[in-house]
Nanobody, 120 residues
Framework: HVQLVESGGGSVQAGGSLRLSCAGS????????MAWFRQAPGKEREGVAF???????RYTGSAKGRFTISKDNAKNTLYLQMDSLKPEDTAMYYC???????????????WGQGTQVTVS
């Protein structure tokens, strides 16, 4: 049974930083594609950062240059370091593990419950 539990969200001023964590259980992180998504009120959920099982990372949109995705396979934990935060980064952030693939090439994920990030 795959479980993903996010933590680290909160309220921060523009220009500040937050580090999100996602603790996984019920499987080994290392092989699968892992990702961070976010959903702002009234908007669709969007991918923010992806890390393939081989360690290849990819960022989308404004996350490039400001966010860093990483994982600690020994701790089964995924991270998202977010720097230079902007009000438009305000959203619920979700950790995700691909259901079957090592590579983040399709949308078929297990989801965590989310952690709220508010930037003012």
């Amino acid at each position: 049974h795959v479980q993903l539990v996010e933590s680290g969200g909160g309220s921060v001023q523009a220009g500040g930083s937050l580090r999100l964590s996602c603790a996984g259980s019920g499987y080994s992180y290392s092989w699968y594609c892992m990702a961070w998504f976010r959903q702002a009120p009234g908007k669709e959920r969007e991918g923010v950062a992806f890390i393939d099982g081989d360690g290849t990372v990819r960022y989308t949109g404004s996350a490039k240059g400001r966010f860093t995705i990483s994982k600690d396979n020994a701790k089964n934990t995924l991270y998202l370091q977010m720097d230079s935060l902007k009000p438009e980064d305000t959203a619920m952030y979700y950790c995700a593990r691909h259901r079957s693939s090592r590579y983040c090439s399709s949308s078929n994920y297990y989801w965590g419950q989310g952690t709220q990030v508010t930037v003012s």
